[in-house]
């Protein structure tokens, strides 16, 4: 079976080819990140537009590198929810109505769904039940998984989520967007012993997140403390130790809590280099093994959506002319069944 997967939840576009005897044939992705710096966040409505323009042209282009045509085709997959609406319609109504022009079935994929089974098209994927730590600009989840759409969350964000609190920490120190990575390489040249930021929410029971607070301490900090460049890179560095041991101290619980050894951590966060620092040393601890998507699909992009469409395609599950899109849905909704690992 051939699934071509649609990513248009915010503002990257995605397209891919999955095959289930071959693997990934081909993928594509494009970035909006040069239209929306000038404004120093995504701009909703220029999301929608952009997806308008580029998605049937990364179609096209990401059949031709596949080697297929139309007729080769046997499902298509798109990214239904959570994420801004109008970037969702796009991909939404493009794949239904080309499911529709070639006869063949579509489904709608949860977009953390996608994440959180992006690892799957690795060499070692990880073997169910696992733990998985998604951690995005979004979201920030700790979800225990059974199977394809076997889901029960563990933990969840009270407030900000950790992706978002770097952002938002990094529009306080004069950063550019996006924050996330910008805030990492400022961290590099930071003195790890100069501050030191609370670890929140670590003291009480459970596995709930609340990075709201860190973002207020920074503030404080940079009030305090200054504003010149070193102090920038001093806080960038306890801000980003601070949200990674948080992390790892959740992960540790969750292992802990559901007698797991078996760690997946995906979404865009998943890339930071500290953060999968303080992940393998607690794994290591634990004796439990972590489990990521490589680097390129560790943010948007749409062989996760390829891949988790191919899986509910080949358990029978489709949907119908009457689609319809979720700026937020919950993980847990999707329709569960039993499915293997690659």
């Known amino acids: 079976m051939r699934v071509i997967g649609l990513e248009t939840s915010c503002d990257e576009t995605g397209v891919a080819v999955y095959d289930s005897d071959r693997g990934l044939l081909a993928h594509d992705l494009y970035s909006q990140v040069a239209l929306h710096e000038d404004y120093g966040g995504v701009v909703p409505e220029l999301a929608s537009r952009d997806h308008v323009r580029k998605t049937l042209p990364l179609i096209r282009q990401v059949m031709s590198e596949a080697g297929l045509q139309r007729e080769d085709i046997d499902g298509v997959a798109y990214t239904a929810g959570p ?21 063949v079935p579509a489904v709608a994929v ?51 989520a ?9 529009k306080l120190l004069g950063l550019g967007y996006p924050g996330g990575p910008a805030l990492a390489r400022l961290a590099e040249r930071g003195d790890a012993a100069r501050f030191h930021f609370p670890r929140p929410m670590i003291n009480r029971p459970g596995l709930d997140f609340s990075f709201s607070g860190l973002k ?19 806080i960038a560095r306890a801000f980003e130790e601070a949200v990674a041991e948080t992390l790892a101290i959740k992960c540790r619980r969750a292992l802990a809590q559901t007698g797991l050894q078996r760690l997946v951590v995906a979404g865009g966060v998943s890339a930071n280099r500290r953060l999968r620092g303080a992940l393998q ?36 599950q489709t949907d119908p002319l009457a689609f319809n899109a979720w700026p937020r849905w919950s993980l847990t909704q999707p329709t569960p069944f039993e499915a293997e690992a690659p």
């Open 83 to 103: 994420g801004l609406i109008g970037a969702l319609l796009v991909g939404v109504a493009l794949g239904r109505a080309l499911a529709w022009s070639l006869g």
């Open 216 to 234: 207020t301490f920074t503030l404080t900090t940079l009030q305090t403390q200054g504003g010149d460049e070193q102090t920038h890179a001093d």
């Open 110 to 160: 949860h977009h953390m769904e996608g994440h959180l089974l992006a690892p799957m098209l690795e060499d070692d994927p990880p073997p169910f039940p696992f733990v998985a730590l998604l951690v995005s600009g979004g979201h920030t989840q700790l979800v225990r998984v059974d199977g394809v759409g076997r889901y029960s969350l563990l933990g969840d964000t009270l407030d900000d």
């Open 281 to 316: 040393v607690m794994a290591e601890e634990q004796g439990a093994k972590v489990y990521y998507p490589r680097l390129e699909f560790c943010t948007d992009n749409g062989a996760m959506i390829a891949y988790a469409g191919y899986q509910r395609l080949h358990h029978g």
């Open 162 to 170: 950790a992706g978002e609190a770097f952002d938002k920490t990094a």
